[in-house]
């Protein structure tokens, strides 16, 4: 957990002076105004709530739940009209399920939250690693299983947008299952640079985030973020 620690060089990718300005209509960051969602934010930045990692599952899986709410006002519905006991009523139906894709480990809980609203969802799941040893942030992305992608509505979610670049390769792998017709990215904490680099490489995408935080420190970790979101949710690893 050093690693987590800030250190003099945090300056693996300093913050901007002035906050960057984003394209509000594909950049939605949810924690702006006062909600319930900033709330459980709070819980999950907090190191002593984060010592109850069901918890910490839960407010990921809530985030989850908050956002694919969000998102579902973007999404087309047909007209039925259902019967009830006492008559009829004209409803709308959501037109397609999204493909929900997310990444191992850490996007399990968040990825849980989209599943629990989007119940009839197929899911796409990616492993991606991060090679060691080079200057520059590498990620391989080494496991790879989904639907057909064509036509579908795909949202892609991972808890934190660091560097953005497992973000970025995993769609890009998924996209060998086809072209989707639109494409929502969902994470809880983003950095500037994450947010940056994602909505230049993937310009067909809409980006939602509970928040954007500072910078990114030498290790690439979010400042002040969470900490290690997979370690916090199913332990730490060798
Ligand atoms: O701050 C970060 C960045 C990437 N992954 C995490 O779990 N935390």
């Given at each position: 957990m050093d690693a987590l620690k800030p250190t003099s060089a945090d300056s693996l990718a300093a913050a901007p002076a002035a906050a960057p300005a984003y394209d509000s209509d594909r950049v939605h960051v949810v924690c702006a105004e006062p909600s319930i969602a900033n709330?459980?934010?709070?819980?999950?930045?907090?190191?002593?709530?984060?010592?109850?990692?069901?918890?910490?599952?839960?407010?990921?899986?809530?985030?989850?739940?908050?956002?694919?709410?969000?998102?579902?006002?973007?999404?087309?519905?047909?007209?039925?009209?259902?019967?009830?006991?006492?008559g009829e009523s004209s409803s709308k139906h959501l037109h397609d399920?999204?493909?929900?894709?997310?990444v191992l480990r850490a996007g399990l809980p968040f990825h849980q939250g989209f599943l629990n609203y989007f119940d009839q969802s197929p899911s796409a799941f990616a492993?991606?690693?991060?090679?060691?040893?080079?200057?520059?942030?590498?990620?391989?992305?080494?496991?790879?299983?989904a639907p057909s992608l064509d036509e579908r509505v795909l949202i892609l979610v991972?808890?934190?947008?660091?560097?953005?670049?497992?973000?970025?390769q995993t769609y890009r792998a998924m996209l060998r299952f086809g072209t989707p017709r639109q494409v929502?990215?969902?994470?809880?904490?983003?950095?500037?640079?994450?947010?940056?680099?994602?909505?230049?490489?993937?310009?067909?995408?809409?980006?939602?985030?509970?928040?954007?935080?500072?910078?990114?420190?030498?290790q690439a970790y979010i400042v002040p973020g969470l900490g290690d979101a997979g370690d916090l949710s199913y332990g730490s690893k060798l």
């Open positions: 709330h459980f934010l709070a819980e999950l930045r907090d190191v002593t709530v984060q010592q109850d990692s069901l918890r910490f599952r839960r407010n990921l899986q809530r985030l989850g739940e908050i956002m694919a709410y969000r998102i579902s006002s973007q999404l087309s519905y047909t007209d039925k009209t259902v019967k009830t006991p006492l399920f999204p493909v929900l894709a997310t492993a991606a690693y991060r090679i060691e040893g080079t200057a520059q942030v590498q990620v391989q992305v080494d496991y790879l299983s991972d808890p934190m947008l660091a560097s953005g670049k497992s973000l970025v929502h990215i969902a994470a809880v904490i983003a950095s500037p640079q994450g947010v940056e680099y994602v909505t230049r490489e993937v310009p067909e995408a809409n980006l939602w985030v509970a928040a954007i935080d500072d910078h990114l420190n030498d």
